[in-house]
């Protein structure tokens, strides 16, 4: 089992739609949760930072921890065209970088 | 304000040659990174340099080498490239060793890599 799993998608969604992205791990020392979009022959930008568990959100975006079951997701709400990317999660157990490991990323496509 | 500027930008290798990316940054931050992406593959990260003078290994640095050669500048350097080193290289920047809250990384446009 890898330590980090995430659907490759693509999801498809309408434009408006509440769109759900997830990752589930197996490692119960990871405590820095990330979430990044990626743009087509772009690099990734961070979108969502969460330490430890519970929820943050930012605008449009909301990012969910649930440690217990060792499960992430991003919800995006109304979401737009211009969402359509690669979302990357990462995970870390401590602070140091070598640690992070990040998902396959999901393709999101949001048609008008 | 460039951010992180990779060089080049797409390559070409024969198996065996050598050649090394380079990254500079501008926004003054004391570490940087180099990953590799790979279709199908998370980013995988294969060296870094927590501060100027400092560098250590990655996940997958087999093949690879690296030199800090100021604040600014981080290269990576294939001695003799590999077809399995195919692949879209990404450097990036962060003002102190991530994922610290509030450290956010900033990545570059990639060079993309063939191996022939």
């Known amino acids: 089992q890898k330590e980090v799993e995430q659907d490759p998608g693509p999801l498809s969604v309408p434009e408006g739609a509440i769109v759900s992205l997830n990752c589930t791990y197996s490692?119960?020392?990871?405590?820095?949760f990330m979430w990044y979009r990626q743009y087509s022959r772009k690099g990734p930008e961070l979108l969502m930072y969460?330490?430890?568990?519970g929820n943050k959100e930012d605008g449009r975006f909301t990012a969910q921890v649930d440690k217990s079951s060792k499960y992430i997701s991003l919800f995006i709400r109304d979401s737009q065209p211009s969402d359509s990317a690669t979302y990357l999660c990462?995970?870390?157990?401590?602070?140091?970088?070598?640690?992070?490991?990040f998902g396959k990323g999901t393709m999101l496509l949001v048609s008008p | 304000n460039a951010g992180v500027t990779q060089t080049p930008k797409f390559q070409v290798l024969k198996t065996g040659q050598s050649m090394t990316l380079q990254c500079a940054q501008d926004?003054?931050?004391?570490?940087m990174y180099w990953y590799r992406q790979d279709p199908g593959m998370g980013l995988r990260l294969i060296y870094y340099?927590?501060?100027?003078?400092?560098?250590d290994k990655g996940e997958v640095p087999n093949g690879y080498n690296v030199s800090r050669l100021n604040k600014r500048e981080f290269s990576l350097r294939l001695e003799s490239a590999a077809p399995s080193q195919t692949s879209v290289y990404f450097c990036?920047?962060?003002?102190?060793?991530?994922?610290?809250?509030?450290?956010?990384?900033?990545f570059g446009q990639g060079t993309r890599l063939t191996v022939v």
């Open positions: 490692n119960s020392a990871f405590q820095y």
């Open positions: 990462a995970m870390s157990a401590d602070s140091g970088y070598s640690t992070l490991t």
């Open positions: 926004m003054n931050h004391n570490s």
């Open positions: 969460t330490y430890s568990s």
């Open positions: 340099s927590a501060s100027e003078g400092t560098t």
């Open positions: 990036a920047s962060s003002e102190n060793l991530a994922p610290r809250p509030n450290t956010e990384a900033f």
